[in-house]
C-alpha cells in the first residue's frame, strides 16, 4: 500500500528503506507508513509532513509535533517498532491511556509482533499526538 497525501513529498531514501525490507516485514512497515500519512491528512492543523530518514529509519515530523520514527530490526526478526522522543510523555502517557492494549520498549517505543493485529484507532491517536505534540504537551493525556 502506498498511500501518499498533498502533504507529504515522499523521500526517496526513505522508499528505498521501505523497498528493502524482507517480504514478511514489508507490508506491515509500509501499513504504519500510511497510518502516519493517513492521520496527518486528517488532521487540519498540519499544512506539512516531513519525511526523512533519521539513524536510518524512516521518520515523520511536522512544525508542531515531535518526531516518531519507525523500524524493523534483524536482530528482532518477529516484531516491529514505531519510536517517539525517549525525553517526551508521550509513550507515559499512551501507557496511561491505553495500559496494556501496546507493547512498550521504555519510554520510547510501541513494539508490535509480526503476527498481531494493530489496534489502528489507538495508534492514530498515539501518531496525532506525536504530529502535534509541542501544542498539546501541557494537556494531561496529550488531547487523546
Known sequence: MSYTSDKLQPNQEVLEIFDNYPDFVKDKMQNLRSLVIE?????E?????EETLKWGE???????GSTLRMDWKEKNPDQYAIYFQC???LVETFKSVFGN???YEGKRAII???NQEIPVTELKLCIKATLQYHKVKDLVTLGI
Not at 39 to 43: C, D, N, P, Q, V
Open 39 to 43: 492521520t496527518a491528512h486528517e488532521m
Open 45 to 49: 492543523n498540519i499544512d506539512r509532513l
Open 58 to 64: 524512516p521518520s515523520y515530523t511536522t512544525k508542531q
Open 87 to 89: 525525553t517526551s510523555r
Open 101 to 103: 492494549r501496546f507493547e
Open 112 to 114: 508490535f509482533d509480526l
